[in-house]
């Protein structure tokens, strides 16, 4: 018998959970749902499915990763151009970290959340 065969969702608390889901629906353009949350599709600009299974990890409690964040989770969005999305958040005035790196993971930016979370924003390498 196969135990746990994926990730079914991500769920997490916040102190003000209306403004911060009006938040991710602005300016990450995540389609929040009356019901506080929203499904994803694995799909690509053209509507069709494209493969891409999540990312799994524990962290150890030293690691600096989720810096500048206190918090004990970060959440990694994928998204279709970076370069553009972190220039528009930095129009909105969001806190973006000013570092992107690119790999043959792909290319990673980051943005802080109005509750201090720490946000990874991924674009795919092309084809996958």
Known sequence: MRRVTGIGGIFFKAKDAPSLRAW???HLGIDVQVWG???FDWTGADGKPVAGPPAWLIAPEESSQF?????????NYRVEDIRALVKVLKEESCNVLEKIDESEYG???WVIDPEG???ELWQPPEGQ
């Not at 810096?67 to 959440?75: D, G, R």
């Open 24 to 26: 991710y629906k602005r």
């Open 37 to 39: 949350g929203a499904a």
């Open 67 to 75: 810096a500048p964040s206190s918090a004990l989770f970060m959440v």
């Open 107 to 109: 290319i990673f930016a």
């Open 117 to 119: 979370n720490k946000v």
